[in-house]
């Protein structure tokens, strides 16, 4: 009996070592940016490719799509990905939010953005992103929004804190990582490994910025309930809206996904 507990607490003691040693490769799914994306988000109508260098010198690499011939644009939506998406993506699907504009940007890591992914640096690096687009001629510093989904939920809601944005919008958020990893591994002390815990709920109370969230019904790697968790605490004005028959990876295919932003980013009046 003794060398079966012996046996068993040295897994367990494996499982948790290798958890902690391996966190930032299940945590951060770097991908790369592929010639062929690259060129087609060149060719698209308003687009540039965008350079920001963090403030420990690491550049960082994305894109800004102007949808609207106005100048200052009508407002600005900056995105912020999942943990295994490259963005590219989202500049073919700026047309969805027009007459705003888009901005996205890979994490370190991911693309052609030099450097590897942790939270403190994505937090880091989005202030810096914003500041760097706020200070442009053809952006309002007045009406930017941050959409986060998924692990971009975390980065969002920690710019949403440190700077006034104008609204945030979240898809597929979750409370904190620390919440849902104790939800995938629950027999480990998750609150002693975690280096990366993107806690949400502890930022939400202090944030007064209008909220849109969007959460799949059927989601099942982040469950409604932890967006929910994070929509009541919110202290701003706040939407929530939850698809039908959605789960995580098909939520952007549903027919409900994109009319709710457009009808909430529609009703942000310009900042007084």
């Known amino acids: ?12 003691i494996g499982l948790c070592g290798g958890l902690y040693l391996l966190q930032e490769q299940l945590i951060f799914l770097t991908r790369p940016l592929a010639d062929v994306d690259r060129y087609a988000v060149g060719v698209l109508p308003g687009t540039t490719e965008v350079e920001v260098t963090a403030h420990d010198g690491t550049r960082l690499h994305g894109w800004l799509r102007h949808t609207a011939e106005e100048t200052p644009s009508p407002g600005l939506v900056i995105y912020f990905g999942g943990n295994a998406e490259e963005v590219s993506g989202q500049m073919h699907d700026a047309p969805m939010l027009a007459p705003w504009s888009v901005a996205a940007f890979n994490y370190r890591g991911y693309g052609l953005s030099e450097g590897r992914p942790g939270e403190a640096a994505l937090v880091a690096d989005a202030i810096a992103i914003h500041d760097r687009l706020a200070a442009r001629a053809d952006v309002d510093p007045n009406r930017i929004v941050v959409f986060g989904r998924s692990l971009g939920s975390g980065v969002a809601v920690q710019l949403a804190a440190n700077r006034p944005v104008r609204a945030v919008v979240l898809v597929s958020p979750f409370d904190s990582l620390r919440s849902l990893a104790r939800k995938q591994y629950p027999f480990v ?13 502890a930022r939400a109370p202090g944030i007064e910025a209008p ?3 969007l959460a799949g019904e ?19 004005p706040k939407r929530w809206t939850l698809i039908p028959e959605a789960d995580h990876n098909d939520i952007q295919t549903r027919p409900g996904y994109w009319p709710p932003m457009r009808e909430f980013l529609a009703s942000l009046a310009p900042a007084s």
């Not at 002390?189 to 709920?201: E, G, M, W, Y």
């Not at 932890?226 to 701003?236: I, K, N, V």
């Open 1 to 12: 009996m003794l060398m079966l507990l012996s046996a068993g607490l040295a897994i367990f």
């Open 189 to 201: 002390p998750v609150s002693l490994l975690l280096k990366h815990p993107f806690d949400s709920l």
């Open 211 to 213: 909220l849109l969230v």
């Open 218 to 236: 059927r989601d099942r790697l982040i469950p409604p309930a932890f967006s929910r968790r994070l929509h009541d605490a919110w202290a701003g």
